[in-house]
């Protein structure tokens, strides 16, 4: 099940991945729930060691707790993401690396595995709700990446399986745990710019069509095989179509797998947005996009534009792929003035810009806070320090199953308005779509 440190790495993956797979199918089914104590050693299982879930990895041996470690790996790619991923937990924890890594090839083994004490899920989006739901029956601890959910449907079950549970789970919309927002939060109820009618969110980008990566469509590893991937537990519950290079490494450029800028995109924007705002569901929600840029086969839409009606205020979203020129940020737009996050990662800070004199109805100073409040990166070490904050003290994280919901399940709206070309409406009482 485990490697042995002296053999060589790719020999041990193919063994170890075959033994784990079947040892797996074999482990009890009760959940194996370790306590944590205020100094003990947090080990940390990983699914899904591709190219976030390796940032997540190295993002975590730099946070302050330095009992944390990585301890466990599964991966239905046996391959090139698992070698760096194994590298990166043996290399980069400090002496606090365990002698053996275990290595899985599913889900069910690393989470029954009772040497895990939590797990962070970095697989595609559409595998979000099962792994998390999986895991926490299963007794771990999850940080899972965003969105949480593919579907807004999704949504009860991810939460009532979380809270009967008792876990702790943190989704990775990171921008909430940089102290950026939360200055913009106390700063707009503290009514420094007036009444916020609108927030802007947008996130341009584009890129030369030679450039490696460009446009979601990343470099394919030499050694992606069907032979060395479960191509019938990616697809999971997605509709069966045969293997695909492409769809593997670039699902966010189909929806069977992706809700494409929706939810890889504008889901950050909308969960700062309602952290800032203080808010929940949209009311009504309206979707429009198209492919006019890049198209190469890729269903998911390449320029997208969504409006949200929040109650008190509006969310416009847009974000194109053919320009850069306002890059990526939120604007709140307040009666008195405006609050601008600038950048990727905010890692431009936040101003304050009066309206004109004659307009204002109240002394607005104009105010530029650097990127003390933000940091390229930053965002990332920040939020996965709070859930391991999170795993001793047992306190809700920055970003709950909760505050997870309404973001994806806002974006799951935006989906559903931009396929049946209609706005759709959040029906608090009966807490579903319509
Ligand atoms: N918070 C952020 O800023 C941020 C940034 C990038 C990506 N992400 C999120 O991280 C997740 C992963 O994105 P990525 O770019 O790393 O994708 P990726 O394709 O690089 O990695 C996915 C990994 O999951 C594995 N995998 C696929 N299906 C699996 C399954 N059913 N069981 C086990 N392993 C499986 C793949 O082999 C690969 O190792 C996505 O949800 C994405 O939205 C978040």
Not at 174 to 187: C, F, H, I
Not at 256 to 283: C, E, F, R, W
Request: charge should be neutral.
């Amino acid at each position: 099940m485990e490697t042995k440190n002296e053999m060589n790495r790719r020999q041990f993956i193919a063994q170890t991945a075959k033994t784990a797979a079947g040892v797996g199918l074999a482990v009890a089914a009760g959940p194996a729930i370790n306590v944590l104590g205020a100094n003990s050693m947090i080990n940390i299982g990983v699914l899904g060691p591709g190219s976030r879930g390796q940032h997540l990895m190295s993002q975590l041996s730099k946070i302050d707790d330095k009992q944390v470690r990585i301890v466990a790996i599964a991966d239905i790619f046996d391959g090139t993401w698992r070698d760096k991923a194994l590298a990166i937990a043996a290399e980069r924890f400090e002496g606090r690396a365990p002698k053996e890594i275990a290595v899985y090839k599913h889900y069910e083994p690393l989470f029954a595995d009772k040497n895990v004490d939590a797990v962070i899920i970095a697989t595609p989006e559409h595998s979000h709700p099962r792994h998390l739901i999986a895991a926490c029956k299963a007794g771990k601890d999850v940080y899972c990446e965003k969105p949480m959910l593919h579907h807004w449907k999704e949504g009860d079950e991810i939460l009532k399986t979380a809270q009967s549970t008792n876990r702790i789970v943190q989704i990775g919309t990171q921008r909430r745990s940089l102290p950026v927002y939360k200055k913009a939060q106390e700063l707009i109820e503290a009514g420094t710019i007036g009444k916020v009618t609108q927030v802007h969110g947008f996130w341009h980008r584009n890129f030369n069509p030679n450039q490696p990566g460009a446009a979601w469509r990343r470099t394919i590893p030499p050694d992606l095989e069907e032979s060395k991937v479960d191509w019938k537990e990616f697809l999971g519950t997605a509709p069966s179509v045969p293997f695909s290079k492409e769809r593997y490494c670039h699902w966010r450029c189909y929806w069977d797998y992706s809700n494409g800028i929706g939810s890889d995109l504008m889901v950050h924007q909308i969960d700062a947005t309602i952290m800032v705002m203080k808010a929940q569901m949209p009311n009504t929600v309206v979707a429009s996009g198209n492919i006019y840029r890049w198209d190469d086969g890729r269903t998911t839409c390449d320029t997208w534009s969504t409006i949200m009606e929040y109650p008190g205020f509006q969310f416009n979203y847009s974000s194109i792929f053919g320009n850069q020129s306002i890059d990526c940020g939120e604007k709140f737009y307040g009666t008195d003035g405006t609050i601008w996050i600038d950048g990727n990662n905010a890692q431009n800070g936040l101003k304050i810009i009066p309206e004109p004199d004659k307009i204002r109805t109240r002394d607005v100073e104009a105010v530029e806070i650097p990127n003390e409040y933000g940091g390229e990166g930053q965002a990332d070490m920040l939020h996965i320090a709070n859930w391991v904050e999170c795993l001793r003290s047992r306190q809700k994280p920055n970003c709950d199953p909760q505050d997870g919901f309404y973001g994806a399940a806002a974006a799951s709206m935006a989906i559903i308005s931009y396929f049946e070309g209609r706005r759709v409406r959040w029906d608090a009482e009966r807490q579903e779509v319509v």
